[in-house]
């Protein structure tokens, strides 16, 4: 099994065009489309890496980046 990534982005087709690249490098790709629904799925998975931005809906990335360190 590949290495597990969550893509975080706002972008429908930013997160479409990173998840295809991480594909086809063999890597398990979900994807979250606001804070709080990547904080959520961070809690209930282990990924190897996180790609969050910055600037989203509901929970911003940074706020994200520091409950998850919690």
């Known amino acids: ?3 597990r ?4 982005d706002d972008e429908k087709l930013i997160v ?3 998840r295809f690249s991480l ?3 063999g ?3 979900d994807c979250a489309y606001d804070g709080e ?6 809690k209930a ?3 190897d ?6 600037m989203l809906p509901k929970m911003d990335g940074l706020t994200v980046c520091k409950k998850i360190k919690e």
């Open 16 to 18: 479409k065009g990173i």
């Open 23 to 25: 594909e086809q490098e």
């Open 37 to 42: 629904e990547a904080y959520t799925m961070a």
């Open 45 to 47: 998975k282990e990924y």
């Open 27 to 29: 890597m398990e790709v």
């Open 5 to 8: 990534v969550l893509v975080v």
């Open 49 to 54: 890496m996180i790609l969050l931005d910055v």
């Open 1 to 3: 099994m590949g290495k």
